[in-house]
């Protein structure tokens, strides 16, 4: 059973930062593409930043320029680091991993963990 844990998340002004981690229990963790999504109540879950095996990255519009996702393997570890947080970023962030085969997908969630940024 491959477990995610994600920790990292808080409370933060406006203009602040956080970094949220995301450990998972993977041995083929390189292989895997990661991403960060959050969801707000009564809204639908958004990816904002992924990075993929081969650290090709990819953010959302408003975070770009502010958040940035790295990756260690060595680690099996996901990492968000997040500046010049706005009170609109608050939301619960949520690690995802995902490996696609010829003929498997593997794909696995965190707990989520809670960002609020108070204005």
């Known amino acids: 059973q491959v477990q995610l844990v994600e920790s990292g998340g808080g409370l933060v002004q406006s203009g602040g930062s956080l970094t949220l981690s995301c450990v998972a229990s993977v041995s083929t963790f390189s292989l895997y593409a990661i991403g960060w999504y959050r969801q707000v109540p009564g809204k639908q879950r958004e990816a904002v930043a992924t990075?993929?095996?081969?650290?090709?990255?990819m953010y959302e519009d408003s975070v770009k320029g502010r958040f940035t996702i790295t990756r260690d393997n060595t680690k099996a570890t996901g990492y968000l680091l997040m500046n010049d947080l706005k009170p609109e970023d608050t939301a619960v962030y949520y690690c995802?991993?995902?490996?696609?085969?010829?003929?498997?997908?593997?794909?696995?969630w965190g707990q989520g963990t809670q960002v609020t940024v108070s204005s």
């Open positions: 990075i993929s095996s081969d650290d090709h990255t």
């Open positions: 995802n991993i995902n490996h696609r085969t010829k003929y498997e997908t593997y794909e696995y």
